[in-house]
């Protein structure tokens, strides 16, 4: 499957803005979604993940209640709303699929990733 991530930008702090990533190639139900991040100087890291279906989503503690993940699979599409950004939320931030639950928040168990979205947020 590939993966097409868009919607980054430079915000302020306190700022929303909502990231895109969508898929073609293969059936997107047949996926698992995830976001991750990397900031500059430091490892990628687990954000958000959604089911195939999208009952059920999964955060990172740092984005608990700022960011919110969905699905349109009418649209083969995945969003990240991101709310109140912080200047700690700058990173490059990175679509992943997955057919499997297990491992939704491990970078390693990613089958597919999309590139990167700058999201840089000023203070």
């Known amino acids: 499957v590939q993966l097409q991530a868009s919607g980054g930008g430079l915000v302020q702090t306190g700022d929303s803005l909502r990231l895109s990533c969508a898929a073609s190639g293969r059936t997107f139900t047949n996926y698992v979604m995830s976001w991750f991040r990397q900031a500059p100087g430091k490892e990628r890291e687990f954000v958000t993940g959604?089911?195939?279906?999208?009952?059920?989503?999964y955060y990172a503690d740092s984005v608990k209640g700022r960011f919110t993940i969905s699905r349109d699979n009418a649209k083969n599409t995945v969003y990240l709303q991101m709310n109140s950004l912080k200047p700690e939320d700058t990173a490059v931030y990175y679509c992943a699929a997955r057919r499997t639950l297990v491992g939704i928040d491990t970078e390693a168990g990613m089958d597919y990733w999309g590139k990167g979205t700058q999201v840089t947020v000023s203070s």
């Open positions: 959604i089911s195939r279906s999208g009952g059920s989503t």
